[in-house]
């Protein structure tokens, strides 16, 4: 069966290379990397090889301040949990935005029940957070601060640098939740001038179950996960050192054909957009025209829900996601869309498509056909499309 | 996720539409979780005659739309009366935990379509117009619900407090 994925976000194929790697790396029955026998170097010194790629990725002044991570939620965990625990003494005020994703909102929420405060910033109809309104939300207690860096449903892009800037001229940590975008924005550590990084293997090709947060220097934190001695004492627990290779490797091959790439998204993502808007009316395109992931078109459709686009392009092979409530768990509406300001029906007909490197012009040209008959299907099905 | 019926029924809808001159509708649904369903029917002979469904939702709201109809097609209103949620999710061999309320729509628009087929052979009521909200029934009282997001509207009110959205009540 040949499935055509436009669903990139929830976990990118493994690319050939990464793959090989991976399984050579089991062949290899490497050893602990905490070992000091022969086994345990050799599974050390591949473990820092592969530091050293990921740390390039990011431009990461040393190594040593990458650690690696379950994924994303850990490291966005690890940071906003980890910095709180560090500086309690000096402040309990948390200031982040209304788009975040769960994994930095649910950790916050459990920081409060702790007695921790938060400001939680609003975007504007694009998604974008206005750094303005970050330097009003500083307190005296103010300990951190969390924004994301390109949002994982509608694509926005914040100005980190300059919120980095304001928090940097307040002694404040800046955490920023990269998931999204290392992989595919060339994001750099340095020029961002942030303290706390997050990112994860599966959205640039590696594997799932394998991320990473850098740790600048200096920077006050404590460990989520207390244990050993492994990642310098930063993160106890035995290393993935397979998904840690796939890691490198993917690591390596993105940052040598990023810019290629970047072309090559941008080229089906306009594609996409311009043949949506042709054949299919009363559509919104969701987040910013310019700041924006060019692997990522948010779209709701007007009058129809999107559990049920899924289910129908499923049937002819081709996979996206929703952010409709009907197909979350917790039957809610997307925050991210409603921070934007699309009401409940538009955010119920919302689809996130996502794609990459493996992406095909023709895979475009059918996923277009098969979505606007769908969409016509189910409006004719639609109480609201009737009334309009 | 669903069972076979489920996506059968959510494939191949049956009696898909609007009945335009219809005896009795029934239109229940809150866009805030996810569906709506209009219902209309056509009543001959104290017998459902032909029944129609619109429906804004997910695969199961869609299932359960044209599983409801399909019951309901060629049934007395006595008989048509007795399909509840239960019968219909059973009927579709079972529904997903989060999706259940999906059958309670289904049912609830079917017996609101036929409350509105007596209540109009009664002489009770006037027939919302399309787009305006639409006027609910309990044993006790008459109230008007905002047809998009389902809050009962207090009397006299121009936008939905909960949705903001414009509507018209008639009570």
Known sequence: MNIINFDYISANPLLPEVKNAMITAIENDYGNPSSSHQLGEEAAAELEKAREKVARLINAPSPDE?????????????????????????????????????????????????GYETTSIPVDHYGRVNPDDVRKAIRED?????????????GTIQPIKEIAQIARERKITFHCDAVASVGVLPVDVQELGVDLLSFSAN????????????????????????GGAQERKRRGGTENLIGIIGMGVAAEITLKERESQFNHLKRIKEKIISGIKENIDDIIINGHPEYSLPNLVSVSIKYIEGESIVLMLDEENIEVSTKSACASGSLRASHVLIAIGRDYADAQGTLVITFGRQTTESEVDRFLEVLTKVVSTLRKMSPLYQKK | MYSKTVMEHFKNPRNV?????????????????????????????????????????????????????????????????????KSVADALEGLPKNKLHCSNLGADALQMAIKDYENR??????????????????????????????????????TCPMCGKMITCQS
């Not at chain 2, 219902?39 to 002979?45: D, G, Q």
């Not at chain 2, 429906?55 to 006595?78: N, P, Q, R, Y």
């Not at chain 2, 002489?123 to 905002?146: M, V």
């Open chain 1, 203 to 226: 959205q640039f090709n590696g594997p799932s179950g394998i991320g990473g947060l850098y740790i600048r220097k200096g920077t006050n934190i404590w460990p989520l996960l207390d």
């Open chain 2, 17 to 85: 539409g609007e009945i335009p001159d219809a005896d009795g509708v029934g239109e229940v649904g809150n866009p805030i979780c996810g569906d709506m369903m209009k219902i209309t029917i056509k009543v001959e002979n104290d017998r459902i005659q032909d029944i129609k469904f619109l429906t804004f939702g997910c695969g199961a709201a869609i299932a359960v739309s044209s599983m409801v109809t399909e019951m309901a097609k060629g049934k007395t209103l006595e008989e048509a009366k007795k399909i509840t949620n």
């Open chain 1, 66 to 114: 990458v650690i690696f991570t379950s994924g994303g939620t850990e490291s966005n965990n690890h940071a906003i949990k980890g910095v709180a625990f560090a500086k309690r003494d000096k402040g309990k005020h948390i200031v982040t935005s209304d788009i975040e994703h769960n994994s930095v909102l649910k950790p916050i929420r459990a920081l409060r029940a702790l």
């Open chain 1, 142 to 154: 103010t300990i951190l601060i969390s924004i994301m860096h390109a949002n994982n449903e509608i």
């Open chain 2, 121 to 158: 052979k009664a002489g009770k009521i006037k027939t919302p117009e399309t787009g305006e909200a639409y006027q609910c029934y309990t044993a006790d009282k008459n109230f008007c619900k905002c047809p998009y997001c389902n809050t009962e509207l207090p009397e006299g009110e121009k």
